[in-house]
Every structure is written in structure tokens, then in C-alpha cells.
């Protein structure tokens, strides 16, 4: 066993095949408003971000990466503002630390809109005839293609309603140059007699075997939603 930090750490990430990502909050008894990449195999941390108000979540990262360009990845951090001076929003980062860059516009402000969780969205084609007895030869059967959008959970101060938000990465060869844009909140449909999403949604996933999408929030709920129809969206970038 080795210890990587006296310190309270609560978000993580595998990054590659030798570097966790993990955040830490100073909220938090003996917490740090930290992230820092920890290399498994040298033993030491490699890289650190400060001054960042990492949100004290279990989902609070995520690394995204771009079909065409495989190398292309970006790192998503969650922040929230717990005190007076920070920030709602989401902190970029390369994860390529190597690359001695920043993402040249890192952090994209979301305002009264805390940021708790994320997920990429993916084109998920399943050509077999019924989803029992999942194997290899099944998943073989199976399409999942990346996109650039994310769903974004979390919750709105103005409305006091959790919320899910759909943003895009700009990917750019040089991942410096890459940024989010803000597309649309989701909006749910009334008539499917949901409760009122009275807590922040902290998590979202998407499966890879039907392309159905899981969000669970703090209010106790969870929420089972049918793929993304993603096709206005991919048919404009083309």
C-alpha cells in the first residue's frame, strides 16, 4: 500500500494505463482545493491544478475523447461555488500533462448552475435480436460511436430544480485550443408523470449495450430515459 495523500480526497479518474486523476475539496475535513495526477507505477504525483473549487462528488470528472482524432482527449472537472469568491462551472484540462499546456480557455462559467456530474455521448447500434446472454460473440454485434456532445448533471439555484444540461467540445488537433459551447438544456416530457427533480441530478450513465441513459438524484430517485435522438445535431455538423 502506498499512501499518495495525507489530505482527503474524494473524485477519481483513470486517465491512462499509469495516472489516476483525483480532486479534493477544502470543505471537506482535511481537504485541499486541489487535483492532482498520480502516476501508479513512479509512485509520486506528477501533476497538480490549485485554487479550483472541485464539487464534492464521487462523478465530479470525466475524460472525453474524440472519434477521429484517438489521441484527442479533454479532462472535465466539476466545480461549485461553496464560498463566497468561487465558482459554478467546469474546469478543462489537458491530459497530457507532458505537454507543459493549458487549455487556453479552462474554464467555462455556468453561473447559479451547480455542475455535478457528466457524461459522453455515444451512438449506441445494437444488431442482436434480444440483449440475453451477453457474451463476446454478442458484443460483437454491438456499435458504440463517440460523439463531441455531453450531458451535464446538476442543479439550478434560480429554480431550485435539478437539471440536465447538453454541451459540445470543440476539439482542436492541438488540444489547447480546444473549447465547450453550451447546446440546450433537456427538457422532459410532462405528460410522463415524473416527480419534480428536487435535488441536483449527481449522476449519469449511458449503457453500451442498449444506449438507454441512467441519472439518479439526491432526492432518492433514479430515472430511466431512452437513447438520445442525436440526429438534428450530427446531420448540421456534417
Do not use: W
Not at 489521441?71 to 468561487?86: E, F
Not at 448533471?153 to 476539439?171: A, E, H, N, Q, Y
Not at 449519469?204 to 430515459?225: D, E, L
Amino acid at each position: 500500500m502506498n499512501i499518495i495523500s495525507q489530505k482527503t480526497y474524494r473524485g477519481g479518474i483513470k486517465i491512462n494505463d499509469k495516472t489516476i486523476a483525483l480532486t479534493s475539496n477544502d470543505i471537506m475535513p482535511n481537504g485541499e482545493n486541489k487535483l492532482i495526477y498520480y502516476n501508479i507505477k513512479s509512485k509520486n504525483v506528477s501533476y497538480v491544478t490549485e485554487d479550483y473549487s472541485f464539487t464534492m462528488s464521487n462523478n465530479n470528472l470525466a475524460l472525453l475523447s474524440q472519434e477521429k482524432l484517438k489521441n484527442n482527449k479533454i479532462l472535465l472537472c466539476a466545480c461549485k461555488r461553496y464560498r463566497k469568491g468561487q465558482k459554478n462551472g467546469i474546469l478543462l484540462i489537458n491530459p497530457n500533462p507532458g505537454d507543459n499546456r493549458k487549455i487556453n480557455n479552462e474554464f467555462y462559467d455556468t453561473d447559479n448552475y451547480e455542475v455535478y456530474c457528466f457524461c459522453q455521448i455515444c451512438i449506441v447500434k445494437n444488431n442482436n435480436d434480444n440483449y440475453n446472454n451477453i457474451n463476446k460473440e454478442y458484443r460483437k454485434h454491438i456499435e458504440v460511436n463517440e460523439t463531441d456532445y455531453f450531458f451535464v448533471g446538476g442543479f439550478d439555484l434560480d429554480k431550485r430544480i435539478g437539471i440536465i444540461k447538453m454541451f459540445k467540445v470543440i476539439f482542436n488537433e492541438k488540444i489547447y485550443d480546444s473549447k465547450i459551447e453550451f447546446i440546450q438544456d433537456i427538457i422532459f416530457d410532462e405528460e410522463k408523470n415524473f416527480e419534480d427533480f428536487n435535488g441536483p441530478f449527481t449522476s449519469i450513465y449511458q449503457s453500451k449495450i442498449s444506449g438507454h441513459i441512467i441519472a439518479t438524484s439526491y432526492n432518492g430517485n433514479i430515472y430511466a430515459f431512452t437513447p438520445p435522438n442525436m440526429d438534428f445535431y450530427l446531420d448540421n455538423d456534417e
